[in-house]
Every structure is written in structure tokens, then in C-alpha cells.
């Protein structure tokens, strides 16, 4: 019975392991919140003033920015199109335009569906690459 559940569902796997890893970083987070507010009670309790850096670490951590140059913040309101994202989803939608119109595998319908959401987001992604007032990114 569990295996024919699991062959039913096994692309279930696939958000769920997101949301465990979402989950670890929620709490990785919260932990390391944690700590800086235990430094800065610290300081508070023994009449010193924090120093700015730490002060300046809680505020990046709250606004969701990245600690180090390096690392990459965890949310963004405004993710960035770039061309390389243009070219992946033209290519993309086209192999599965081909492989609707040969009918790979006896499956054309599902090609052209998903040819349709890829050459959908090539378009979107085009668009939003053009219009941004920043300029494109490579």
C-alpha cells in the first residue's frame, strides 16, 4: 500500500523537501536573532552602549539583507531578470515546441502545454528585462 502511495506521489518529495529546508532556515535565523538580542541585552544590563555594528546586524537581519557581501539575502521584493533567463526559457520552450510537433513519446498535448508556459515566461522575462528602469543584467 505505501508503495503504490509513494508511486502515486512521488513528486511530492520534491515541495516538501522545501519546505523542510524552508523551515531550517526560518529557524537558523531565528536562532542567530536570538543571539544578537542576548548581546545586546548584555551590553544593555551592564549600562554600555552596543557598538553599531551589532546594532547594524540586527537591522540587516530583520530587513532581510545579507550579513556579508558575499552571502546573498534570503528574500527580495524585486527579483532581477536577467538575459541568460531570456535565452533559457526561449530554448526551453522551443525544445518542447519540437517535441510537440514530433510527437516524442506519444505525449504531443503535454509538449505543447509546456512549450506554452515556457515561451510565456521568455515573453514575461523579455519584457520585464526591457522595461526595467535599472537596465538589464548580465
Known sequence: MFEDLFRQFWWLLF???WFVYGAWQSWLSYRANRETLDLI????????EPPP???ARLNKRWHGEADDEDE??????????TWYQVVLFGILGAGFAFAAA????????AFVIVA???LALCAATLVQV??????PTV
Open 15 to 17: 515541495p516538501l523537501s
Open 41 to 48: 541585552k548584555t551590553y544593555a544590563q551592564s549600562g554600555r
Open 53 to 55: 555594528e551589532l546594532m
Open 72 to 81: 546573498r539575502p534570503r528574500y527580495r521584493r524585486r527579483r532581477e531578470r
Open 102 to 109: 514530433t510527437d516524442i513519446y506519444g505525449a504531443g498535448e
Open 116 to 118: 506554452f508556459v515556457m
Open 130 to 135: 526591457l522595461l526595467d528602469r535599472n537596465g
